[in-house]
């Protein structure tokens, strides 16, 4: 399986809901990662989980907040999000090359929109 | 602060047209640089990567070449066909980290049949 599975594909929300992007990936990668992009731009880093432990966090808002439940799993909560939010939202997963490099492997991404 | 940038940022050419992709980074001290293809609305699919040690590397009809004293990269595409149509973007680590990604502003190439 060399797949990163994301769900849902589309997500509508309203300023006030919760809702959680989901992230999924089953070929042993140790690293995994949320990227957002705004339309005709390129992916933005936002967050980046090592072993299942936070390592990087882009100065991203708190009313973005990740979580790994394990190995395979990386989830996005969102809360009171606003209209500027919407965007698509990327997880990748990573497989190391060589000493220093690392080859990210992308889902297909979930398109949220804010109202 | 490491910029990459991307020219040119659209291109059309006929089906069966070689073509060439540039890349641009400002900071020369990089691990790697990796291009990806992205579908509309979809995810990166990782085309190549290349580590700062090598020149270049290939895939079927795709080449990728890299200068780190000169801060450039190029992506080869022999033989164009329409399936080729997509935003192709060249990405580097930044900040020390072989795990962040700064990616350039992408270059939207369709390939006319």
């Known amino acids: 399986d060399t797949e990163v599975t994301q769900t849902p594909k589309h997500l509508v929300m309203g300023m006030t809901n919760k809702k959680s992007l989901k992230c999924e990936q089953h070929?042993?990668?140790?690293?995994m990662y949320w990227y957002k992009q705004k339309a005709k731009k390129p992916p933005e880093l936002m967050f980046v989980?090592?072993?299942?432990?936070?390592?990087i966090n882009e100065s991203v808002p708190s009313r973005f907040s990740p979580e790994c439940p394990n190995s395979s799993l990386l989830n996005l909560h969102l809360h009171a999000l606003q209209p500027e939010d919407s965007a698509l939202y990327l997880c990748?997963?990573?497989?190391?090359?060589?000493?220093?490099?690392?080859?990210?492997?992308f889902g297909s991404g979930t398109q949220l929109s804010v109202l | 602060k490491q910029e990459v940038t991307q020219i040119p940022a659209a291109l059309s050419v006929p089906e069966g047209e070689n073509l060439v992709l540039n890349c641009s980074f400002t900071d020369s001290a990089i691990y790697n640089l990796q291009w990806f293809r992205q579908d509309p609305g979809k995810g990166l699919t990782s085309l190549l990567l290349i580590q700062s040690s090598q020149r270049e590397q290939t895939s079927g009809r795709l080449n990728a070449s890299l200068d780190k004293s000169s801060g450039r990269s190029t992506l080869y595409i022999a033989a164009s066909q329409p399936g080729d149509s997509a935003t192709y973007l060249c990405?580097?680590?930044?900040?020390?980290?072989?795990?962040?990604?700064?990616f350039g502003t992408g270059t939207l190439l369709a390939v006319q049949p």
């Open positions: 990405a580097v680590p930044y900040g020390g980290a072989t795990n962040k990604l700064i």
């Open positions: 070929m042993g990668h140790r690293a």
């Open positions: 989980y090592s072993y299942e432990k936070l390592s």
């Open positions: 990748a997963s990573s497989a190391r090359q060589g000493l220093m490099s690392e080859k990210l492997f």
